[in-house]
């Protein structure tokens, strides 16, 4: 039996840091490891780098196997530095499920089963931690309601204050189960960029850490973890494509960041990287706008609408390195309507049995174009990310009731 506490011991015995330094993601100037950083003097991403070359000569991957599921396995990969600052509340490894319906091949990755129903728990569990080890007590985010959630949940099990700020019109149960596990939490009118604008105003005021999005440089270590899981589970071969619900792209950055650190450790069965895919919804698609018009940086989305709330937004600080993972991987970005997004959710819950999120359905309905329009193939193996649980979002009504004491006529219950 594995019991989770707080100070694990569970993954002592195999810590190892390889962190060297941290790197801006525009520049390439560095900066110290161990240290607590916000963005880049330029205003850009921090990087973590690793000594790749002796955590190949310390490790071998199969080294791996006798560890416990999750994210934790790749600890030498990672950049807390001791085992005693991991927070944990089971970070499971994710399964693969097969859409059996469908003609073509396609595996979700099904990251709602992770705590707090979302894969937003990789990427708080590793900033939480981190921010644990390097002595903050107070930590602040915008959250368009499952990063808000994670933080809350992470941060109140390391004894760390948190301040949380989401667009008033988040889904109702984001904010109160932010509120339930003891944040406090904002609701603000005006959308998740404005919410950002905020933390950043309260800095001062409040001495709190902004964990915004990619303005810190440990969340997208996290969900880096989501690439490494995804190579080992399909034996170190990458799939052909992976459709990736594109908000600020973290989990796209991290995945295509994880991909180069297994090539450059020699890991990966082969050379081949997989096309990665931005898909974004027509209400809010800033990304798929600069990939057309063939631009490095996206430009502010106005009137941000859809129904996939964790992807709506407008401005991503990391949106030059979406475009550019999307570029180099041979990917592409792509919009679907909201009413394809409903349209998919449904199809994939009744023919599968798998009841995805709008940011997920959304990339079954990314997919379904994609074969369509002829970017994909029906043989190519697709990988789709159903990124957080569906049932924090308002359902379609199901409101059909039967009269115990009137006459039922069962053979019309099908109908
Ligand atoms: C946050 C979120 C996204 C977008 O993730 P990014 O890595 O920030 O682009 C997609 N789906 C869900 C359910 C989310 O909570």
Not at 300 to 320: N, S, Y
Not at 326 to 345: K, M, N, P, T, Y
Request: aromatic share 8%; charged share 20%; glycine share 10%.
């Amino acid at each position: 039996m594995t019991v989770l506490s707080n100070a694990d011991q569970t993954f002592t015995s195999q810590w190892q840091n390889f962190v060297t330094h941290l790197e801006c993601s525009q520049t390439g100037e560095t900066y110290p490891a161990h240290e607590l950083h916000g963005l880049s003097k330029t205003g850009k991403p921090l990087l973590v780098r690793y000594d790749l070359a002796a955590l190949g000569a310390a490790m071998a991957r199969e080294d791996l196997t006798t560890r416990p599921g999750g994210m934790w396995r790749y600890s030498e990969l990672l950049p807390l530095r001791s085992a005693e600052n991991l927070i944990s509340l089971g970070e499971i490894e994710t399964p693969l499920i097969e859409l059996g319906s469908n003609d073509g091949t396609v595996l979700v990755k099904d990251e709602s089963r992770l705590p707090t129903g979302s894969f937003k728990a990789r990427g708080l569990a590793m900033a939480v931690s981190m921010a644990k080890e390097l002595g903050v007590t107070r930590m602040a985010m915008p959250t368009n309601g499952n990063a808000g959630a994670a933080l809350a949940a992470y941060g109140q099990r390391a004894g760390i204050e948190t301040f949380v700020f989401c667009p008033d019109d988040t889904p109702e149960i984001n904010v109160r189960e932010i509120a339930l596990q003891g944040a406090q939490v904002w609701r603000v009118n005006g959308l998740i960029h404005h919410c950002g604008r905020l933390v950043g105003e309260g800095k001062t005021a409040m001495n709190w850490f902004d964990t915004s999005t990619l303005k810190e440089p440990y969340r997208i270590e996290g969900k880096k973890t989501m690439g490494l899981e995804l190579a080992e589970q399909l034996g170190w071969q990458l799939p052909d494509v992976i459709f990736y619900p594109t908000g600020g792209g973290t989990g796209l950055i991290g995945m295509w960041k994880a991909f180069a650190e297994l090539a450059e450790l020699g890991w990966l069965e082969n050379d081949k990287m997989p096309r990665m895919v931005a898909v974004q919804a027509t209400g809010c698609a800033p990304i798929v706008k600069a990939f057309d018009d063939g631009a490095t940086h996206a430009e502010e989305w106005l009137d941000a609408h859809t129904v996939a709330a964790g992807i709506r937004v407008p401005v991503a600080i990391g949106d030059f390195l979406i475009l550019a993972a999307l570029r180099e991987s041979g990917g592409f970005a792509i919009a679907v309507e909201d009413s394809d997004i409903q349209a998919a959710q449904r199809d994939v819950a009744h023919s599968d049995g798998l009841l995805m999120g709008p940011e997920g359905a959304a990339t079954y309905a990314a997919y379904v174009q994609a074969l369509d329009r002829g970017l994909v193939n029906r043989d190519d193996r697709a990988v789709l990310f159903n990124c957080g649980t569906a049932l924090k979002y308002p359902m379609p009504a199901a409101d059909r009731s039967l009269d115990r004491h009137g006459n039922i006529d069962f053979t019309k219950l099908g109908n």
